[in-house]
């Protein structure tokens, strides 16, 4: 969180992390969409792909919140990148695909995030969290407790939201969960 020298505005950074192909850029998207971003812009490094939406909401007693939300997409070749993303992000979503066959490119991309965290100093308990688990339509009988004992994230440690493609508001609940998150921060601080 970055608060401007005039106490006017305070700009936050929230990551959309997790494997490829996991949804990361169609729950972007959505979450630009419902918010009236016109635009989610696109940066190219080598092979992967940055994307970002940016809008400022009103707060109370005239002040601004500038909201910044990254997400990276392509295969990560190596962590650089992942850590460009979450490094200084006040808030991160861990995008899963529920899917099956998906689950070790899940379970990777977690603990690389944790690995990165370590590395880096980063603690993870010091920054809005939530997981969203995505494409549950494309596996019959999904059941979100099971995934969190397969991933090792005790059962309601972390807000947990399920999504499908064919219902892109499911995708939004995340973000606004570590938005809310980010507010209680905001107003503990500032």
Do not use: C
């Not at 990276?72 to 979450?86: F, N, S, W």
């Not at 309601?156 to 998150?181: C, H, K, N, W, Y």
């Amino acid at each position: 969180m970055t608060v401007s020298p005039d106490q006017r505005e305070i700009a936050v950074k929230v990551a959309l992390t997790g494997a490829a192909d996991s949804g990361k850029l169609a729950i972007l998207r959505a979450i630009a969409f419902r918010k009236g971003v016109a635009q989610v812009r696109e940066y190219p490094i080598g092979a992967l792909r940055t994307f970002r939406a940016e809008w400022t909401e009103p707060l109370e007693a005239g002040k601004r919140l500038r909201i910044a939300v990254h997400s990276l997409t392509g295969q990560t070749a190596y962590d650089a990148a992942e850590e460009l993303l979450t490094r200084d992000a006040d808030g991160l979503i861990f995008v899963a695909d529920a899917t099956p066959d998906k689950f070790r490119a899940t379970w990777e991309a977690l603990m690389r995030l944790g690995e990165n965290a370590r590395r880096n100093g980063y603690d993870l308990r010091s920054v809005a969290l939530a997981l969203q688990y995505h494409h549950a339509e494309r596996h019959p009988g999904f059941d979100p407790h099971d995934l969190d004992a397969k991933l090792g994230v005790p059962q309601g440690s972390i807000p947990r939201f399920v999504s499908t493609d064919q219902e892109p508001d499911a995708a939004d609940l995340a973000f606004d969960s570590v938005m809310a998150q980010i507010h209680e921060k905001i107003a503990a601080e500032v």
